[in-house]
């Protein structure tokens, strides 16, 4: 039968059950017709239309079971029970009966739903009396908000309305039970999303601002005025008909964006994954020629979406526990000025008119700052300061008086704390900075970045603010100590508002970002020597991660290029704080002790650096004396003899003393002491710097291409590779280190695991076990990026070793395979810096020719060849 598209979807429904592929013909037409409706439908009208298909269906299978209709009843509940279904939704069903089911009653409800799983239906059913569901709903808050939203599909009406009777009457949750329940619940969801809506793969229904949040609102706000639709709650003054008109636009939005994404992954899935991306886009009608630009649009539209369901659902809220069931009423105002008070912990406008001047908007996040009290807003101003920020004609920074308020804002120490937050949650900054409304939402389309450009700065000016904290300091001993010491913290975090605020312009965000500040700081007459460092910050915000994660810097002459960029301290100081923020904000498992480790050595080896006249000179042999004095004493205090030490050390070169800590050569030493050539390899796995990694440390006979054994093998135990020193002692043994991480992001701490890897790499390296070869496949996010293998050779002055860059798509066995090109060409690998950003691989590798020279011009051609073949996938 050919399933031809109507207005209005007519079924022809089977006067039998038998065959049941008839019913699913049924099924399977109205799904196609409902497909193709999709493009043009209204889908309030086609989510409605959904639920009556399968209301008429089950009404049709209810006459063909034959169900008695004075003492049984079939519901919807849940989402079917609002009438709105979506392609892969749950159909959630109640059976209500009037007491104890026969066996012959009970085994054909079986025999019902049955049929209904055969009709490939998602089907969630429960079978109880009118006291059964009270009895459950006492007991399970889930259960108690899905009879809230119940609706009659077959059956009883009496029965029906005795059900009613009890949830009108007798419902076992008190509005502010209900209401303390059901708030705790949506804190618990948003806490799973990290609480916020901006994830880059975010959960269209219960994500942040999804449509759980709009469902909980309606659900409170039912429960309490005993309602049965969303429009009745207009008559309450529970929502304005503006209110509820946006929130009705924004479930549309949603509604379709779910649609779609049910019809592309073909299965119930709420998450809207990059695998789908595309494809929703295309669907939804963001046609562009480049899918990324149709999904950046896309997204951006998303977002915007559901900040305006976490503005509505936050002052909903509020305005249920404050003026239905707080006592606020019953608390004396304390005046702030002519405009605000403080009424409880939270801020409130006097009267209707108090957002009438844009300057009472601005000196209004003054307040907040200025007020340590305040924890929150009144939801009547919350209402007062939306539409106020409807009626702005133009962004707040074209007013002067806004503009000296904004200033005073930024400049008080409490300003990045609760007042930046509610400037950011109410979007305000975005009304008075129209570059900051351009970055709302803007998606960054990789797997490096968790949030959206705009929520990504908001958190990295709240990690920013954690270092002025004297209580934090203990967390982020350094960048605390600089920050709580600066002259001008504001100059800092204004870079901090400005670092990314050009992303999506195209172009050089860096280079764009500093032209915008340096308007910025005109148009806001800043002094100069601000104004200019500001945009320094901007321009160079990336220096210091790149120099940190991807260059050598145990290489004296990479520190003094670092710090010829930097020029003074005060710039070092405040790049280093801004790159701390700023690695923390962008994904939650991105920052760790190894990264912090990396970046206050730098900064440690480039503030030395600078103190000195020379700054292109970095003190190589004062370093290594320091680190073989310090080494010393702790070997003395361990028990061992000066000549026994020194006869060792006199093996090791000086550059293996100077790119160890003093702690790791101790623990290296003791142990190559007290092994016999007959036990090697030596194979030590610990953290003796307490930088929150595990340090693998082998010394072992030289032979050919270690490294590819030992990159293998840590492979396949599913361990990364973050760092390597590859180093010969003056006698044919080497002593490579690794740091290594687990896939997590953190070390081995379980003893059992440890061995397990100490004993596979001893093993291998024994001969007594082959190399493994990695059998780890990509990853479903993984897939869905493409990135060019490119090798890029860096010129330094080391005429005995050779410095290339890869970038490349990040992939299990990675390294791996790398180690095995080196292999093949015989070329010796010194050391290595390997960073993950997203889905790329953004690696440094030193290596040397088998006679410990830099590679030649065709040599290094063969290798980019080489790795380029090798990476390419198949």
Known sequence: MLCTPHMLYQANWPEQIEPVSAWRQQVQCYNEWSANQFISADIDTLVANRADFFDTLLQQLWLQFKFPSENYALLAVGGYGRGALHPESDIDLLFLVEGALPTRQQERISQFITLLWDLRLQVGHSVRTVSECMQQAE?????????????????????????????????????????????????????????????????????????????????????????????????????????????KECTSFLWRIRFALHLTAQKAEDRLLFDYQPDVAKLLGYNNENSKVAVEHMMKDYFKVVLRVGELNRMLLQFFEQAILGPMKLLEPQPLD???????????????????????????????????????????TIRLLRNARRELKEPLINDTACRNCFLAIIRHPRCFGLAFELMHRFGIMARYLPAWDHIVGQMQFDLFHAYTVDEHTYRLLCNL?????????????????????????????????????????????????????????????????GAELIAWLVEKHLLMSVTAQKRDIYDPEVIGKFANECGTIQRLNYLYCLTVADIRATNSNLWNNWKATLLEELYRATYESLQQHDKKTFDVRERVQNNRQLAMGYLLSAGFE???????????????????????????????????????????????????????????????????????????????????????????????????????????????????????????????????????????????????????????????????????????????????VFQQLDINLMAAKITTVGEQAEDLFIVASNSQEALTESEREALKNAIISALTDE
């Open 338 to 380: 002519d405009d605000f008070a403080l009424i409880g912990n939270q801020i409130m406008a006097r009267s209707d008119s108090a957002f009438t001047n844009p300057i009472c908007i601005m000196r209004f996040f003054w307040l907040i700052a200025d007020n340590p009290e305040v924890e929150g807003v009144h939801s009547h």
């Open 642 to 820: 000066v000549e026994q030490i020194n006869q060792l050390w006199g093996r090791f070169t000086a550059d293996y003393f100077f790119r160890h800590t003093p702690e790791q050569i101790a623990w290296h030493s003791q142990n190559i002491m007290h092994v016999q050539e007959h036990q090697l390899p030596l194979v030590l796995i610990g953290d003796e710097n307490n930088n929150g990694t595990t340090e693998l440390f082998i010394y072992h006979h030289e032979e050919s291409h270690l490294f590819a054994k030992v990159a293998a093998v840590l492979d396949s135990e599913q361990l990364s590779i973050h760092d390597a020193q590859i180093l010969n002692t003056r006698d044919g043994y080497v002593m490579d280190t690794f740091i290594v991480l687990q896939q997590d992001g953190l070390p081995l701490a379980d003893a059992q695991r440890i061995e397990e890897v100490h004993q596979h790499l001893h093993d291998v390296l024994r001969k007594r076990r082959p190399v493994p070869s990695s059998q780890r496949s990509i990853s479903r996010r993984l897939r869905n990026f493409k990135v060019r293998t490119r090798v890029k050779f860096i010129n330094l002055k080391n005429a005995r070793r050779t410095t290339f860059e890869l970038i490349t798509l990040d992939r299990p066995g990675l390294i791996a395979r790398l180690a095995a």
């Open 465 to 529: 603010y954690q270092f002025t904290l004297p209580e934090e300091s203990e967390h982020y001993p350094l960048a605390s100590e600089i920050v709580q010491n600066m002259q001008a913290p504001e100059w800092l975090f204004l870079a901090g508002i400005f670092h990314d605020i050009a992303k999506g312009r195209g172009g050089d965000h860096s280079e764009l970002g500093a032209a915008d500040a340096r308007e910025f700081a005109a148009l806001h007459e800043l002094p100069a020597e």
């Open 139 to 247: 007991s399970d808050i889930t259960v108690a908000t899905s009879l809230i939203e119940h609706r009659l599909i077959a059956g009883s009406e009496s029965l029906t309305e005795a059900l009613e009777q009890q949830i009108n009457f007798h419902f076992p949750w008190s509005s502010r039970a209900f209401y303390q329940a059901k708030k705790n619940e949506q804190i618990a969801r948003h806490r799973q999303y990290h609480g916020t809506a901006y994830n880059l793969e975010p959960n269209i229904k219960s994500s942040p601002g999804g449509l759980r949040d709009i469902q909980t609102i309606s659900w409170i706000a039912k429960q309490h005025f005993h309602a049965r639709s969303d429009e009745s709650l207009v008559e309450y003054n529970y929502i304005t008909a503006d209110e509820f008109v946006e929130l």
